[in-house]
T-cell receptor
Framework: SQQGEEDPQALSIQEGENATMNCSYK?????LQWYRQNSGRGLVHLIL?????REKHSGRLRVTLDTSKKSSSLLITASRAADTASYFC???????????FGTGTRLKVLA | GAVVSQHPSRVICKSGTSVKIECRSL??????MFWYRQFPKKSLMLMATSNEGSKATYEQGVEKDKFLINHASLTLSTLTVTSAHPEDSSFYIC????????????FGDGTRLSIL
């Protein structure tokens, strides 16, 4: 399977703490994206990082990409209860039109 | 911007019924639309990719006669689950993308399909 792996599978933290999620993938990529999914809803695009970029910021989100290790991390700083959701990485494999989604991390932020 | 509308949000029907799900890009033209299936607490599994005016490309293991996909315009794709059975019960999500590689996908809110 080409599916990426994410860890941890589940993460529970207190409001105000930082949350870090990791994603590993298997093939060379053009870009990597992070999405958020609230329970029973569609996915919301958070951030896209291209294969020639190493770090990207958007508000309280920080994404890193290490193509030599085929891995990425998503850091959410100063978490809020509203950040509770599942987070998925998706890779746009070179030479294909497909997006391969990771297994996801279920984040729970306790108020 | 980049809003995708998926309808219906929930369907409950009897075994043997065919169900059509619509996916519309409301404020952009989608060159490509994707259909996914998601099991509880699992990731998204790509079922098929459709480009406007051409036949959908199905992933391995997905029955094209079971899951009919039509992409008649740059803003509308439909997925029809034909003669649905309880094992087809799932959460189906569409997404739409504009332009070339490197653009994000924009997702609909999903359809919860329950076959009795």
């Amino acid at each position: 399977s080409q599916q990426g792996e994410e860890d941890p599978q589940a993460l529970s933290i207190q409001e105000g703490e930082n949350a870090t999620m990791n994603c590993s993938y298997k093939t060379s990529i053009n870009n990597l994206q992070w999405y958020r999914q609230n329970s029973g809803r569609g996915l919301v695009h958070l951030i896209l990082i291209r294969s020639n970029e190493r770090e990207k910021h958007s508000g309280r989100l920080r994404v890193t990409l290490d193509t030599s290790k085929k891995s990425s991390s998503l850091l959410i700083t100063a978490s809020r209860a509203a950040d509770t959701a599942s987070y998925f990485c998706a890779t746009d494999a070179q030479g294909t039109y497909k997006y391969i989604f990771g297994t996801g991390t279920r984040l729970k932020v306790l108020a | 911007g980049a809003v995708v509308s998926q309808h219906p949000s929930r369907v409950i029907c009897k075994s043997g019924t065919s169900v059509k799900i619509e996916c519309r890009s409301l404020d952009f033209q989608a060159t490509t639309m994707f259909w996914y299936r998601q099991f509880p607490k699992k990731s998204l599994m790509l079922m098929a990719t459709s480009n406007e005016g051409s036949k959908a490309t199905y992933e391995q293991g997905v029955e094209k006669d079971k899951f009919l996909i039509n992409h008649a315009s740059l803003t509308l794709s439909t997925l029809t689950v034909t003669s649905a059975h309880p094992e087809d019960s799932s959460f189906y999500i569409c997404s739409a993308k504009m332009g070339p590689s490197g653009q994000p996908q924009h997702f609909g809110d999903g359809t919860r399909l329950s076959i009795l």
